[in-house]
């Protein structure tokens, strides 16, 4: 811009943002119509004269989240900050997701959920009664033991919030015998619910952590002796229950075989699809995630973001 234009520039925003006048008060002094004033403080945020900070440790940081979107070529990113305990950031990502469903317009009426501890705490931070008539899918089997009800928090408590119906699976999210896979998958109650969540407004998942404290060893669908197997044939995550390595191929056919859960395939169809969580664990699941196309938009901390950028490195070089 030229010298007049910056100065113009300069005095709207020393007494907008000094001074607190109103732009109308602003365009009587400058001798303008107030929506010059409107574009003159516009063009003082794009020039960098004026640069907004927000400075409190739940803020996002969107540097980040500019350099994610960039990387993966999604457009709907949101890091928040990491905060002092795995609790206290956990809870700021579960609150910002729940932020971003009730934000949705026009609101979600259905959500295609993958049960598990992030999404109880999702499910947890809802606001009541933030819709109504909300239909909520389980994406793919329950537990078989386990000490809490997650099923039913993820499920049932989203959908009480937003005075809707949750659709469970009667169906465990591994069985024995591949044969009666195949009849569960059959079963119209487990047909409707698996081919509705995909084709809900927003789906909603965690990818899971590959540890001897995962959902699926806690619940005993897998040993933890299993589970270190299948991290020594290359397997990185689980996805929807689908265990896959870092191309998001299934490392056993077999298991393959004997899992109730919707397919990666028809989760990439989803009209929007949201990948969540925090800390570094989770950088590489969710980078596996966006890079197989099963989410298309993202919410994690800081030190998640961070370890997701070097991820993304490794896996380029």
């Known amino acids: 811009m030229d010298d007049d234009r910056e100065m113009a520039v300069l005095r709207a925003a020393q007494l907008y943002y000094y001074e607190n006048m109103t732009q109308d008060s602003i ?75 009730t934000a949705q317009r026009p609101l979600p009426q259905s959500l295609g959920i993958a049960w598990g501890r992030s999404l109880t705490a999702v499910a947890r931070a809802m606001p009541e009664e933030w819709t109504s008539g909300l239909e909520v899918y389980q994406m793919y089997g329950g537990l078989v033991r386990s000490n809490d009800d997650e099923v039913a928090d993820s499920i049932g408590l989203m959908a009480r919030r937003g005075q809707g119906v949750g659709h469970m699976l009667p169906a465990p999210a591994i069985v024995t015998d591949p044969e009666l896979s195949v009849r569960l998958l059959r079963e119209p109650s487990v047909a409707a619910t698996l081919d509705a969540g995909p084709r ?56 393959e075989k004997r899992t109730i859960a919707v397919s990666l395939d028809a989760v990439r169809t989803s009209k929007r699809s949201l990948a969540i969580g925090w800390g570094e664990a989770k950088a590489l699941p969710l980078v596996v995630s966006l890079r197989i196309g099963i989410a298309n938009a993202l919410i994690v901390d800081e030190k998640g973001a961070l370890a997701m950028l070097r991820e993304a490195d490794r896996l380029r070089d």
């Open 27 to 101: 365009a009587d002094r400058l001798g303008c119509t107030r929506w010059t004033v409107g574009r003159l403080l516009e063009e003082a945020r794009q020039s960098g004269i004026v640069r907004i900070t927000i400075n409190h440790p739940r803020a996002r940081v969107r540097h980040l989240e500019k350099e994610l979107a960039e990387r993966f070529g999604i457009s709907e990113v949101f890091v928040v900050r990491s905060q002092d305990s795995e609790a206290a950031t956990s809870a700021l990502v579960a609150a910002t997701t729940a932020d971003y469903i």
């Open 200 to 255: 809900a407004d927003l789906v909603v998942f965690s990818p899971g952590i590959l540890e001897p404290g995962s959902v699926l060893v806690r619940s005993g669908f897998l040993t933890a002796e299993g589970m270190q197997r299948m991290r020594e044939l290359g397997a990185v995550t689980d996805l929807f229950s689908h265990v896959v390595d870092v191309d998001g191929n299934a490392i056993s056919p077999e298991l």
